[in-house]
């Protein structure tokens, strides 16, 4: 089975900084796929980011970006520019190719200091 | 707008009060699932849906049922509720397999005392 570890429970960061959420993941699948969703207090989850394992090139959505190290399973999610509207939980997520279940990593809360 | 709707949004009440969590989805996805969310622990998935009729146990099905007899509608059913299926729970539904990301609802924050 597959399991997703994020293993920073909490993260701060100044506004206007640079901030890196990290993600480690065990599969034995060669194809799949991995995502970031933001939970503000609102509760809802928000898609940030997402990038296929087939993929080389590392996506990116304005200020998020990600660092994809395949061999190394490792997907962290680097935010440029924090801004107070940042603040949330911020979760991994992996998907296999075959099927729709995601499984998640614990969760990583993040802080932005105005 | 394209939306996934979870009714009710808070419910607290006692153990083995049977209750229902509504989900609905108007995007007309094939894919439906139930997840818990718990600290530290992430979301976890109880029950998924394929398509209409075609239900299968997640991760944590003990204690859950699910229905799909219409395709935009998923219930989760706890015949027998217990405290340790306190939790907040998420309905998700997604068009098909591959890179399409899971839509979720609003959640429903359940207190069983």
């Known amino acids: 089975a597959q399991t997703v570890t994020q293993s920073q429970p909490e993260m701060s960061v100044q506004e206007a900084e640079t901030v890196t959420l990290s993600c480690t993941y065990d599969?034995?699948?060669?194809?799949?796929?991995l995502f970031w969703y933001k939970q503000p207090p609102s509760r809802q989850m928000i898609l940030v980011i997402r990038q296929e394992a087939y993929k080389q090139q590392n996506a990116t959505e304005n200020r998020f970006s990600v660092n994809f190290q395949k061999a190394a399973k490792s997907f962290s999610l680097k935010i440029s520019d924090s801004q107070l509207g940042d603040a949330a939980m911020y979760f991994c997520a992996y998907k296999g190719n075959a099927g729709n279940m995601l499984t998640f990593g614990g969760g990583t809360r993040l802080m932005v200091k105005p | 707008e394209a939306q996934v709707t979870q009714n009710p949004r808070y419910l607290i009440t006692v153990t083995g009060k049977k209750l229902t969590v509504t989900c609905s989805q108007n995007?007309?996805?094939?894919?439906m699932s139930w997840y818990r969310q718990d600290p530290g622990l992430g979301l976890r998935q109880i029950y998924y849906?394929?398509?209409?009729?075609?239900?299968d146990k997640g991760d944590v099905p003990e204690g859950y049922k699910v229905s799909r007899k219409e395709k935009r509608n998923f219930p989760l059913i706890l015949e027998s509720p217990s405290p340790n299926q306190t939790s907040l729970y998420f309905c998700?539904?997604?068009?098909?397999?591959?890179?399409?990301?899971?839509?979720f609802g609003d959640g429903t924050r359940l207190s069983i005392l």
């Open positions: 849906s394929m398509n209409v009729e075609v239900t």
């Open positions: 599969t034995s699948e060669s194809d799949y796929y």
């Open positions: 995007m007309n996805h094939e894919y």
């Open positions: 998700a539904s997604s068009p098909g397999q591959g890179r399409q990301p899971q839509h």
